[in-house]
């Protein structure tokens, strides 16, 4: 039966009555607002998958996969088309992203233990009353701080049958790594306190090596032939020694337990090259199928629990990834596919849907940027920048044409020299600081970057503004003289 105009008009006496002794007797009203200027503090889910090159979701224009999930957030939301990592690698990314500071300011540059004790994104988030979570891959070696809730796994973590460490108690579940990280994502979702925002960081450990695929999904490219990318027999011919120097090539680095079956007789190199890459691909697409279903899993419930309004939704990975690019696995150096991130964001009546963006963003600014989505004020030592006007639509006219990178781990595990560089909309320099070695690319013209220019008498000018540019970033970031005893005299 519907409720008559005098019901309506009563029960709104009722409930002014009731503010109104609610206010005498002390308690804090709530703030009249429309809600159209002045929206809730947002739910926050930050979705992280492992080692997932950008160029492994459809939304991105994959050649070789399909991500109807992960598109969603694409399709309903932003996508950032220039989302780089500032050291492509795993455990500096992770600490990067929740510090908002490069390498050398936030103790990480290689696999350190992270030190819990200092300001970060989640304690920033606790303090200011959300209530925060982290399930599955923390890698960071130290138990997490900042978080009420968390459940990791332990390290690199198990594909099948994972141990997770819930609040310091270490417990072995069954089935598959990614759907069981999604069940307890949902089931901190469901069990929180509805009285106050929350923050999840909900971290896939696929798709990682060993590239191990769950029942579902083993077969799903079982008769696909991937197709091979452009620069699959990349020569390294006018690079540094250190491409060449690298050990993550695909017909000579991947492994027994990479590619699991027994290669067939009698194939040339080439084929047994071609083999070996279409192994790798079926396995690591594979994984990615199970983070799609899963990512479509919680947002289905977030559609159904309605939910999704008022949550920040974002999906990207720890930093890209070789899929025979360069005839590589792995990541690490600074060339593209390892150095771009996927970013996708959804955020309903606050970003426009369908939209891309090209302005350049970095892991060391989501902090900031949620931060500021949240109300927060961004310390002043968090390194990167909110880039909350960037997502209205906006883009300041100060935002940076350019971006500092830096990567130190060698010789482990793949031999990847270190090096540090800049990259602007158009060219990328990269230092070789051991080998005193140098590159350089005009990535309009050469976006496989096969072409070294280092050497190129027509380019004195762009080197010059470049080099200008890294010294420039160098010193902003407070990375000068750090770790000298790498650097020739010349370059100091
Ligand atoms: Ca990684």
Same mark, same amino acid.
């Given at each position: 039966?519907?409720?008559?105009?005098?019901?309506?008009?009563?029960?709104?006496?009722?409930?002014?009555?009731?503010?109104?002794?609610?206010?005498?007797?002390?308690?804090?009203?709530?703030?009249?607002?429309?809600?159209?200027?002045?929206?809730?503090?947002?739910?926050?889910?930050?979705?992280?998958?492992?080692?997932?090159?950008?160029?492994?979701? /459809?939304? &991105?224009?994959?050649?070789?996969?399909?991500?109807?999930?992960?598109?969603?957030?694409?399709?309903?939301?932003?996508?950032?088309?220039?989302?780089?990592?500032?050291?492509?690698?795993?455990?500096?990314?992770?600490?990067?992203?929740?510090?908002?500071?490069?390498?050398?300011?936030?103790?990480?540059?290689?696999?350190?233990?992270?030190?819990?004790?200092?300001?970060?994104?989640?304690?920033? @988030?606790?303090?200011?009353?959300?209530?925060?979570?982290?399930?599955? #891959?923390?890698? *960071?070696?130290?138990?997490?701080?900042?978080?009420?809730?968390?459940?990791?796994?332990?390290?690199?973590?198990?594909?099948?049958?994972?141990?997770?460490?819930?609040?310091?108690?270490?417990?072995?579940?069954?089935? %598959?790594?990614?759907?069981?990280?999604?069940?307890?994502?949902?089931?901190?979702?469901?069990?929180?306190?509805?009285?106050?925002?929350?923050?999840?960081? &909900?971290?896939?450990?696929?798709?990682?090596?060993?590239?191990?695929?769950?029942?579902?999904?083993?077969?799903?490219?079982?008769?696909?032939?991937?197709?091979?990318?452009?620069?699959?027999?990349?020569?390294?011919?006018?690079?540094?020694?250190?491409?060449?120097?690298?050990?993550?090539?695909?017909?000579?680095?991947?492994?027994?337990?990479? %590619?699991?079956?027994?290669?067939?007789?009698?194939?040339?190199?080439?084929? @047994?090259?071609?083999?070996?890459?279409?192994? &790798?691909?079926?396995?690591? *697409?594979?994984?990615?199928?199970?983070?799609?279903?899963?990512?479509?899993?919680?947002?289905?419930?977030?559609?159904?629990?309605?939910?999704?309004?008022?949550?920040?939704?974002?999906?990207?990975?720890?930093?890209?990834?070789? *899929?025979?690019?360069?005839?590589?696995?792995? #990541?690490?150096?600074?060339?593209?596919?390892?150095?771009?991130?996927?970013?996708?964001?959804?955020?309903?009546?606050?970003?426009?849907?369908?939209?891309?963006?090209?302005?350049?963003? *970095?892991?060391?600014?989501?902090?900031?940027?949620?931060?500021?989505?949240?109300?927060?004020?961004?310390? +002043?030592?968090?390194?990167?920048?909110?880039? @909350?006007?960037?997502?209205?639509?906006?883009?300041?006219?100060?935002?940076?044409?350019?971006?500092?990178?830096?990567?130190?781990?060698?010789?482990?595990?793949?031999?990847?020299?270190?090096?540090?560089?800049?990259?602007?909309?158009?060219?990328?320099?990269? %230092?070789?600081?051991?080998?005193?070695?140098?590159?350089?690319?005009?990535?309009?013209?050469?976006?496989?970057?096969?072409?070294?220019?280092?050497?190129?008498?027509?380019?004195?000018?762009?080197?010059?503004?470049?080099? /200008?540019?890294? &010294?420039?970033?160098?010193? +902003?970031?407070?990375?000068?003289?750090?770790?000298?005893?790498? @650097?020739?005299?010349?370059?100091?």
């Amino acid at each position: 039966m519907k409720p008559s105009f005098r019901q309506i008009t009563r029960t709104f006496q009722a409930f002014f009555c009731l503010c109104a002794m609610l206010a005498h007797t002390g308690f804090t009203q709530p703030q009249r607002v429309s809600t159209q200027k002045v929206p809730q503090r947002p739910n926050i889910i930050f979705i992280m998958t492992d080692d997932h090159a950008a160029h492994a979701i /459809s939304a &991105y224009g994959s050649k070789i996969n399909r991500t109807p999930n992960i598109d969603r957030l694409a399709r309903d939301g932003m996508r950032f088309t220039n989302c780089f990592v500032t050291n492509s690698i795993c455990t500096p990314s992770r600490a990067a992203i929740l510090t908002g500071k490069y390498s050398h300011m936030n103790g990480v540059p290689v696999f350190n233990r992270f030190d819990g004790s200092q300001p970060h994104l989640a304690k920033y @988030l606790q303090a200011a009353g959300y209530q925060t979570a982290i399930v599955g #891959k923390w890698h *960071l070696g130290s138990d997490p701080t900042g978080f009420d809730h968390w459940n990791i796994l332990p390290g690199q973590g198990a594909y099948h049958d994972p141990i997770l460490i819930e609040m310091g108690q270490r417990k072995k579940h069954t089935g %598959y790594a990614t759907d069981i990280i999604t069940d307890f994502s949902l089931e901190f979702i469901k069990n929180r306190s509805k009285d106050r925002p929350f923050f999840l960081m &909900y971290h896939h450990k696929a798709p990682h090596r060993p590239w191990q695929p769950d029942e579902k999904h083993a077969q799903m490219f079982a008769g696909v032939q991937v197709p091979e990318p452009e620069t699959f027999n990349d020569d390294y011919a006018t690079r540094s020694a250190a491409a060449a120097e690298a050990t993550m090539r695909i017909d000579r680095d991947l492994q027994p337990s990479d %590619y699991k079956l027994i290669p067939p007789d009698g194939l040339s190199d080439a084929e @047994l090259k071609k083999w070996k890459y279409q192994r &790798y691909m079926r396995d690591y *697409l594979a994984c990615v199928a199970s983070v799609d279903d899963n990512v479509g899993r919680l947002l289905d419930y977030l559609d159904g629990s309605g939910l999704a309004q008022n949550t920040i939704v974002i999906y990207t990975s720890d930093q890209g990834f070789f *899929l025979g690019n360069h005839n590589w696995f792995d #990541k690490r150096f600074m060339y593209e596919e390892s150095l771009r991130m996927p970013f996708l964001i959804r955020w309903p009546n606050q970003i426009k849907p369908g939209t891309v963006n090209d302005g350049m963003i *970095l892991n060391v600014d989501f902090a900031p940027m949620l931060l500021d989505a949240a109300g927060l004020p961004v310390p +002043a030592d968090m390194q990167g920048r909110s880039f @909350l006007p960037l997502l209205r639509g906006q883009k300041p006219k100060d935002w940076r044409t350019s971006m500092y990178y830096r990567y130190y781990h060698y010789p482990q595990h793949h031999r990847v020299q270190p090096h540090y560089g800049v990259r602007n909309h158009r060219y990328k320099l990269i %230092y070789f600081n051991k080998l005193n070695q140098w590159e350089l690319f005009d990535l309009r013209n050469d976006p496989h970057e096969l072409k070294n220019l280092y050497s190129d008498p027509r380019y004195p000018s762009v080197m010059k503004k470049l080099k /200008s540019e890294m &010294y420039r970033l160098k010193k +902003a970031l407070k990375d000068e003289n750090q770790f000298e005893d790498e @650097l020739p005299k010349s370059e100091l």
